[in-house]
């Protein structure tokens, strides 16, 4: 797996996911970036390359799952053209398996889940030439038995294999709160295990910037 990347002039970073990445940024209060993790790296990109006059673009869709990111990979991935992107998926694509029954159509289980991906991350690859950030699907869970936790990690450890086979930079997210759980008690992460407060966006943002060593 990558160890960092290395930032050049009018370079373009995509980040791309669900609703964890999206983070509200089409209100106006919070063009372009959103209000969360996409908002905290890509200001202090910025501020810290101003030289480099390097491109940020927030593409994340609430709700989305891997199904819909290959639904609308063409337009919002490698139309941008980017230099590197970085992915956050995986959390709808389980929470669908324990919704209500008329929304588990859209559940996306993990044979499906790893083959997409790849596929995907190969198109960008062949097409771009990008450098790859992938970002483990989380929750904010101290309880080991809870289902949806156990489930979510044949996707943290698909994340975990692609990012060997591609190459690229792994953010380990779930590794790092599951440490970092023990001392900070779940609901002052988040209201619902999934989302996070705004400070542990902040602190998604600084695992980010780390992992990557910018």
Known sequence: ?????????????????????????NHPAYRPFGFGYVHFVGNILLATYPH????????????????????????DCIKH???VLSILIGINDVWRQYAEPERQSAAVYPVEYESTYRQLLSRAKQRCNCRLVLME???????????????????????RDL????????????SWIDE???HVPAEKWSLDSVHPHVWAHAWIAQRWLEATGL
């Open 137 to 159: 699907p989380f929750m904010f869970c101290d309880d080991r038995r809870d289902q949806i936790f156990q489930t979510l990690q044949k996707y943290v450890q698909a994340v």
């Open 180 to 182: 970092r759980i023990k």
């Open 81 to 83: 053209e980017p230099d």
């Open 1 to 25: 797996m990558q160890s960092k990347i290395d930032l050049r002039a009018n370079q373009t970073i995509v980040f791309i996911g669900d609703s964890i990445t999206d983070a509200d940024r």
């Open 52 to 75: 480099l006059d390097i491109s940020v673009i927030n593409t994340g869709i609430n709700g989305n799952t891997i199904r819909d990111l290959a639904d609308r990979w063409e337009n």
């Open 163 to 174: 990012a060997r086979e591609f190459d690229a930079v792994l953010v380990p997210l779930q």
